[in-house]
């Protein structure tokens, strides 16, 4: 089992960037995929960005790609999400995750640990 903590949320103005952390505990952090999602008001939860266990390879929604950008210091059990040129409608609760095995790094629900959410809120 994975403890998961995020971090770094906050109010920005739009155009702004904030950096993200998801700080991990438990089992070895290696292992995993880790993921972003976020959850908007009256909305379902959706995939934002992917990074496998080694980070060598990520994953982004098409609606950030481009502006967001994940990655993970395994030495120091975390992984990060640098986002920049933020919108009105990047503001979430964002939540970090985490998964092994096969299957697909996009899909909520092959991840099997989550941890509370950090609130992000980007003023126009």
């Known amino acids: 089992q994975v403890q998961l903590v995020e971090s770094g949320g906050g109010l920005v103005q739009a155009g702004g960037s904030l950096r993200l952390s998801c700080a991990a505990s438990g089992r070895t952090f290696t292992i995993y995929t880790m993921g972003w999602f976020r959850q908007a008001p009256g909305k379902e939860r959706e995939f934002v960005a992917a990074i496998n266990s080694n980070g060598d390879s990520t994953y982004y929604a098409g609606s950030v790609r481009g502006r967001f950008s994940i990655s993970r210091d395994n030495a120091k059990n975390t992984m990060y999400l640098q986002m920049n040129s933020l919108k009105p409608e990047d503001t979430a609760v964002y939540y970090c995750?985490?998964?092994?095995?096969?299957?697909?790094?996009?899909?909520?629900?092959?991840?099997?640990?989550w941890g509370q959410g950090t609130q992000v809120t980007v003023s126009s």
């Open positions: 995750a985490a998964r092994t095995g096969g299957g697909s790094s996009y899909q909520e629900s092959q991840y099997r640990y």
